[in-house]
């Protein structure tokens, strides 16, 4: 149950460029066809990779098996990043990796990172494994509405329902109106 009124001004956390990362999840060129609304996630994603670049926020990207899904959609990839960004393959669905993302944490450009800005695909697994696997670390984690979503457009809102549980935090607002 996502925290409420005063319960919730415990729990949220304000961010802070200064400790605040990006988190960029699978936005790959063989799913451009296959997940519902991509045109509309990576306006998202674009609109927070460019301000991530004017807060001086680290963007981490991941590749789900480059070999096979192709890099980071070209449109994305080429946008300005942070001197301490990173993009690596992965194998698994989260995007919390052993070692690499032990050291993103902690090695963000002022220091420890505490909060996570969370977009990419997919919403029901890559997406909510990554929150769940950062949660556990201690870290907030933003997930930011309009900028996720899966092959199958009914899988969205019930991934985001456990996310917003689970952190009482999400975004919404992003898209093109």
């Given at each position: 149950m996502a925290a409420t009124g005063a319960s919730a001004a415990r729990h949220l956390r304000r961010l802070?460029?200064?400790?605040?990362?990006?988190?960029?999840?699978?936005?790959?060129?063989?799913?451009?066809k296959a997940i519902h609304a991509f045109d509309?996630?990576?306006f998202s994603a674009s609109k927070l990779l460019r301000a991530s670049q004017l807060l001086a926020v680290p963007v981490y990207t991941t590749e789900q098996a480059p070999n096979s899904l192709g890099p980071t959609v070209p449109s994305l990839a080429s946008l300005p990043r942070h001197p301490h960004s990173a993009?690596?393959?992965?194998?698994?669905?989260?995007?919390?990796?052993?070692?690499?993302?032990?050291?993103?944490?902690?090695g963000g450009p002022n220091g420890e990172i505490k909060s996570v800005v969370l977009c990419g695909i997919e919403a029901h697994v890559c997406v909510l494994q990554t929150t769940l696997d950062l949660l556990e670390q201690g870290?907030?984690?933003?997930?930011?509405?309009?900028?996720?979503?899966?092959?199958?457009?009914?899988?969205?809102p019930i991934a985001l329902a456990v996310s917003t549980g689970r952190t009482g935090h999400a975004m919404h607002g992003l898209r093109q109106r």
């Open positions: 802070d460029p200064s400790t605040t990362a990006l988190f960029l999840c699978d936005m790959q060129e063989r799913f451009v509309a996630v990576h993009t690596v393959p992965k194998t698994r669905f989260s995007m919390v990796l052993p070692d690499t993302t032990e050291k993103w944490l902690a870290v907030g984690v933003w997930v930011v509405a309009d900028g996720v979503s899966s092959c199958n457009a009914a899988e969205v």
